[in-house]
């Protein structure tokens, strides 16, 4: 099978990067499907994430006033899949501009739709009334467009009930980058958190969490990894025992070297970071946002759930993983133990099924 995604860039350390290099490459490697990555404006040049040889990539330039672009990314496009002749086509496009495709596009392909955010990824921290006006009738647009789709993927059951009126919609979730052969030991007095400094992770609500848990326990530090955002979070000039380390490729080795994992976003796509936490066996606490966590953590079993945006709990459930090292040991190896349902093999099985009966 001819198989082409089409995507903004893949050269970032986000976790749609992350996730497309573990699909495409699995898809190319374990199940011998043609794969094709189109990017924009060479996005595809000094990877962060592997993507395997047998992946072909191709790239087309866009620039200008926001005509001149859309009609470039157009032609473009319909360039490449008229020489690709591709017999599905994936888009990985969260924007509107990618809910365009299947009305332009001239093709015998099947065209699926790929939904890494929630809906809310357009919300920011004191929008305006015609912000918020903008944003509903984008969403009211997008629903009407998703139809043309022949499916339409989201990664959770939450994700799935933004999109209510939709019959061709899918869930299929992330699948696991790794799990390592080891675990963490649990000893270290670290707390982890990784995902780009923004509003959605909620650093500056992580921040007074902080401010409560050092108090009692001055020993332990707060390490933060993520894409900087100078303007939403002042990284140079944080408290001394939270530290800011830049996006890591062995971030692998960071989980390892923590005990917990906290997540303090105000809304998710899905919460790439949890599973990845939790097959190096680190107990997670995070808030219930919309969506994602609720799919992977078992409260009280694998690690805590917190309502969103309480900060004060999150802060005593961090306390309560620090006070006792045996239930930290306890939630993370039925951490460990539950997240092998995200196991790439598993996950690529649906996606295999689902390209090949398309």
């Known amino acids: 099978m001819r198989l082409l995604y089409i995507t903004n860039g893949i050269n970032g350390s986000g976790g749609l990067e992350r996730v497309l290099s573990v699909k495409a490459s699995t898809l190319a490697e374990n199940y011998h499907h043609q794969v094709s990555v189109l990017v924009l404006n060479n996005a595809h040049l000094d990877l962060f994430y592997t993507f395997s040889p047998k992946i072909n990539f191709y790239s087309i330039n866009v620039t200008g006033n926001p005509i001149k672009y859309f009609k470039s990314w157009q032609n473009g496009i319909q360039k490449v899949v008229a020489d690709l002749k591709p017999n599905v086509i994936s888009v990985c496009d969260d924007g509107l501009k990618g809910f365009f495709i299947p009305k332009f596009l001239k093709t015998d392909a099947k065209i699926i739709y790929e939904r890494h955010v929630s809906k809310l990824a357009e919300t920011h921290a004191n929008q305006s009334f015609i912000s918020k006006t903008t944003n509903f009738l984008k969403w009211r647009l997008m629903e009407r467009w998703a139809k043309r789709f022949s499916k339409f993927i989201v990664l959770t059951e939450g994700n799935k009930n933004e999109w209510k009126s939709l019959n061709n919609i899918e869930v299929i979730p992330n699948p696991l980058s790794f799990y390592p052969e080891e675990s963490s030991d649990l000893n270290s007095k670290k707390v982890i958190c990784v995902g780009k400094i923004a509003f959605q992770k909620g650093q500056d609500i992580l921040l007074k969490v902080w401010d409560i848990v050092s108090v009692k326990y001055p020993d332990w530090t707060l390490e933060l990894y993520g894409k900087e955002n100078l303007e ?74 917190v309502p969103t945006g309480d900060y004060k709990q999150l802060a005593e459930k961090i306390m309560t993983l620090i006070e006792n090292k045996s239930l930290r040991e306890n939630f993370g190896a039925k951490a460990r133990e539950n997240v092998k349902r995200f196991y790439a093999e598993a996950v690529l099985k649906q996606w295999n099924q689902l390209l090949t009966t398309i």
């Open 232 to 305: 939403f979070l002042d990284t140079q000039n944080l408290p001394p025992n939270v530290n800011w380390f830049p996006p890591d490729k062995d971030i692998e080795q960071k989980y390892l070297d923590s005990s917990i994992y906290v997540m303090s976003s105000r809304f998710e796509g899905f919460g790439m970071v949890l599973i990845e936490a939790m097959s190096c066996g680190v107990p997670c606490v995070s808030f219930d946002c919309p969506y994602g966590p609720s799919d992977v953590i078992s409260d009280n079993e694998d690690g805590f759930l």
